[in-house]
């Protein structure tokens, strides 16, 4: 009996240890963000640990852990009809609402899942719940892309997978099949899958093939850069829950295929110290001291190492591949994205990220709505339903629907 007390006391306080992180009081429900992210960091954690017995790669193991047990099967409902279908080589999930809509043709998005390009799918509950709901609420037909992972691939190929299906689905007599208005598509992502919707917008500029123009952006708290790791943002929350600073450099890394023996320098931006010519004038493109109002930036200050190390760049020369990095995008291409709108959250080592693209589209003259959540958190869109309903949730989740309604 004593022994089984000890052990209880032991249990609960290994619990109340991995648990326990703290949080700042004016982020959403703390204590269940708390216990989210431990069961995250356990997932992780479990992982890393298959990685190093030899058991796969830590990125898929991860994937098996949180996704797989999770794909649905494409279930059409009275509703919505749901088809798993491939766009030109690409996986893509088609929702369409069987409703009656105003006009001859509907509205449509094409939705781009988050995941760090290596986790999350768009048969996975949440994502298939999300897009179901957005596919209802606005009456709209969303096309959601299965585009390939790291650590089976990596850039720039889960971009070329968005953009081919994205400009397969734009061709006219695609849109005719579908009963699509082509006046009325919107492109959206959120998180690493906003950094894919916002490079694939890029894209479409540049492409004098694609007659069909993307009327909207919408991206929420998308990765936008990978040259600076210390912006405000960055800086206050390193640590924060569901994304910590290390966790998104290591993405990064796995992305662009570089090796994690880099995080540490990328860490203090050695690679985009001063001494790297080609490195300087894109980061002048990211110089948050004139993009961030005073608000985000307090006494934060930028970490310009006048010597970094050179091989970084060398063996990831992506780093610095504007396609990877669609924040520091030339004003040129800038200027000729869509209207946009820009999920951010306070809680989140991306808030200047999303805020800086915010402000250069502005500043080259496009029409931005930028929705701002205080304590909202990084992924808080997708926990908007039990058992892991937040009410920043459910906030971020509806108020990117509405604006889709009021302007698709
Ligand atoms: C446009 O289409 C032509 C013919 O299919 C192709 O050769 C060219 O590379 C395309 N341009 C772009 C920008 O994709
Ligand atoms: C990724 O990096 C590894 C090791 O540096 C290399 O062998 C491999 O060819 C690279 N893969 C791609 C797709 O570039
Ligand atoms: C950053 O670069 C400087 C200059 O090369 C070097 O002395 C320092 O150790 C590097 N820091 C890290 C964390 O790699």
Redesign the pocket.
Same mark, same amino acid.
């Given at each position: 009996m004593r022994a089984l007390s000890a052990l209880v006391t032991a249990l609960a306080a290994f619990s109340a240890y991995y648990v326990y992180t703290p949080l700042p009081s004016t982020v959403s429900e703390p204590w269940k963000l708390m216990l989210l992210d431990a069961t995250f960091r356990c997932a992780q954690d479990l992982s890393n640990l298959a990685h190093f017995v030899g058991l796969g790669h830590h990125l898929r193991v991860l994937n098996f852990v949180s996704g797989y047990f999770d794909k649905l099967e494409a279930l059409s409902s009275r509703d919505m009809k749901v088809t798993d279908t491939v766009f030109n080589g690409v996986e893509v999930r088609v929702f369409e609402p069987t409703r009656e809509f105003a006009g001859n043709l509907k509205r449509s998005i094409v939705y781009i899942h988050g995941g760090g390009w290596a986790l999350g799918s768009a048969r996975m509950r949440s994502y298939d719940s999300l897009c179901r709901k957005v596919a209802e609420d606005v009456n709209a037909v969303v096309v959601a892309i299965e585009y390939r992972l790291v650590p089976d691939v990596h850039f720039p190929v889960p971009l070329n997978d968005a953009l081919a299906a994205t400009k397969y689905f734009l061709r006219p007599e695609v849109l005719a099949k579908y009963l699509i208005d082509p006046d009325r598509i919107a492109v959206s992502g959120d998180s690493a899958g906003g950094n894919l919707a916002a490079a694939v917008c890029q894209q479409l500029t540049e492409d004098s093939n694609v007659t069909t123009k993307v009327k909207l952006q919408a991206l929420i708290y998308p990765v936008l850069q990978a040259l600076d790791f210390n912006t405000p943002s960055y800086q206050q929350n390193m640590d924060m829950p569901i994304l910590s600073r290390f966790v998104m450099i290591k993405f990064w890394l796995d992305y662009l295929n570089g090796s994690h023996k880099f995080a540490?320098?990328m860490?203090?931006n050695?690679h985009t $110290?001063l001494d790297l010519s080609q490195a300087v004038s894109l980061r002048e493109r990211l110089n948050w001291d004139s993009l961030l109002p005073s608000s985000f930036k307090k006494n934060y200050k930028p970490l310009l190492?006048s010597?970094? $190390?050179p091989n970084i760049i060398q063996e990831v020369p992506a780093l610095l591949d504007i396609r990877a990095s669609p924040l520091v995008a030339h004003k040129k291409t800038i200027e000729l994205l869509p209207k946009t709108y820009m999920l951010t959250c306070e809680h989140d080592v991306l808030r200047d990220d999303g805020t800086m693209y915010a402000r250069r589209l502005e500043d080259a003259g496009v029409d931005v709505t930028h929705d701002h959540y205080e304590d909202g958190f990084h992924g808080c869109m997708l926990f908007a339903t039990w058992p892991t309903y937040f009410s920043v949730g459910a906030r971020t989740r509806d108020g990117y629907i509405k604006w889709l309604d009021e302007n698709l």
């Amino acid at each position: 009996m004593r022994a089984l007390s000890a052990l209880v006391t032991a249990l609960a306080a290994f619990s109340a240890y991995y648990v326990y992180t703290p949080l700042p009081s004016t982020v959403s429900e703390p204590w269940k963000l708390m216990l989210l992210d431990a069961t995250f960091r356990c997932a992780q954690d479990l992982s890393n640990l298959a990685h190093f017995v030899g058991l796969g790669h830590h990125l898929r193991v991860l994937n098996f852990v949180s996704g797989y047990f999770d794909k649905l099967e494409a279930l059409s409902s009275r509703d919505m009809k749901v088809t798993d279908t491939v766009f030109n080589g690409v996986e893509v999930r088609v929702f369409e609402p069987t409703r009656e809509f105003a006009g001859n043709l509907k509205r449509s998005i094409v939705y781009i899942h988050g995941g760090g390009w290596a986790l999350g799918s768009a048969r996975m509950r949440s994502y298939d719940s999300l897009c179901r709901k957005v596919a209802e609420d606005v009456n709209a037909v969303v096309v959601a892309i299965e585009y390939r992972l790291v650590p089976d691939v990596h850039f720039p190929v889960p971009l070329n997978d968005a953009l081919a299906a994205t400009k397969y689905f734009l061709r006219p007599e695609v849109l005719a099949k579908y009963l699509i208005d082509p006046d009325r598509i919107a492109v959206s992502g959120d998180s690493a899958g906003g950094n894919l919707a916002a490079a694939v917008c890029q894209q479409l500029t540049e492409d004098s093939n694609v007659t069909t123009k993307v009327k909207l952006q919408a991206l929420i708290y998308p990765v936008l850069q990978a040259l600076d790791f210390n912006t405000p943002s960055y800086q206050q929350n390193m640590d924060m829950p569901i994304l910590s600073r290390f966790v998104m450099i290591k993405f990064w890394l796995d992305y662009l295929n570089g090796s994690h023996k880099f995080a540490h320098s990328m860490l203090v931006n050695n690679h985009t $110290s001063l001494d790297l010519s080609q490195a300087v004038s894109l980061r002048e493109r990211l110089n948050w001291d004139s993009l961030l109002p005073s608000s985000f930036k307090k006494n934060y200050k930028p970490l310009l190492p006048s010597i970094g $190390s050179p091989n970084i760049i060398q063996e990831v020369p992506a780093l610095l591949d504007i396609r990877a990095s669609p924040l520091v995008a030339h004003k040129k291409t800038i200027e000729l994205l869509p209207k946009t709108y820009m999920l951010t959250c306070e809680h989140d080592v991306l808030r200047d990220d999303g805020t800086m693209y915010a402000r250069r589209l502005e500043d080259a003259g496009v029409d931005v709505t930028h929705d701002h959540y205080e304590d909202g958190f990084h992924g808080c869109m997708l926990f908007a339903t039990w058992p892991t309903y937040f009410s920043v949730g459910a906030r971020t989740r509806d108020g990117y629907i509405k604006w889709l309604d009021e302007n698709l």
